[in-house]
């Protein structure tokens, strides 16, 4: 299993947690670690290729109206599996 760390910003981390406490597919271990956000601008979270794919997989496809955190969210969540 190939892991590696994302760089979320404190909106896009809060945006995800959320979101996957809303889901029961997603993993405790995933929501324990975005529950805890720093009192930096950014957090840097360790996860699996396998976790990254699970989150993405929960994020509605952007609209227009969709805030800028789920399209920044989802651009990092690739970028993070396509260089792992």
């Known amino acids: ?3 590696g760390t ?4 404190n909106s896009e981390q809060q945006m ?10 997603a993993s405790s271990l995933i929501a ?4 805890q956000p720093s ?8 996860l699996s290729s ?3 794919e699970s989150v993405l ?3 509605p496809i952007p609209s227009v109206a969709e805030p ?8 990092k969540l690739s970028a993070f599996l396509q260089n792992l």
């Open 1 to 3: 299993m190939q892991r």
């Open 6 to 9: 994302l760089t979320l910003t």
């Open 16 to 25: 995800l947690s959320s979101l996957i406490e809303a889901s029961a597919v």
């Open 32 to 35: 324990s670690r975005l529950k």
């Open 39 to 46: 009192h930096d601008t950014e957090n840097i979270i360790e």
């Open 50 to 52: 396998e976790e990254a």
């Open 57 to 59: 997989d929960l994020l």
């Open 68 to 75: 800028n955190e789920i399209t920044s969210a989802r651009q």
